[in-house]
């Protein structure tokens, strides 16, 4: 008769736990390899999410200023303007 197996003790039990939550094993060349899971929230990727639901000012805070899509104010003239005096203007 074979070895009887132990039972994994509760602290043991919680770092498989554990393990297994931060990682996946995936196959690579008939050899199992334990890769690092990508966080998610809601089972979307961190970083989409925060394109998502991120607002400016939380973007700015947390200097994240490449996310930020700009947006033109309505108040503000867009096209460049004329100049009022074209006469004292330099002509070049």
Known sequence: MGKRKEKLSARERAA???R??????????????????????????????????ADP?????????EDMQEE????QQTLPREPQDAENDIPF
């Not at 000012?57 to 200023?65: A, D, S, V």
């Not at 033109?72 to 108040?75: A, D, F, S, W």
């Open 57 to 65: 000012i939380w973007l700015h805070q947390n200097e994240m200023w």
């Open 20 to 53: 297994n939550r931060e990682f996946k094993t995936i196959f690579i060349n008939g050899k199992q390899k334990r890769v690092r899971i990508e966080p998610t929230i809601d089972g979307i990727p961190v970083e989409e999410f925060i394109m998502r639901n």
């Open 16 to 18: 498989k736990k554990k």
């Open 72 to 75: 033109p104010n309505e108040g």
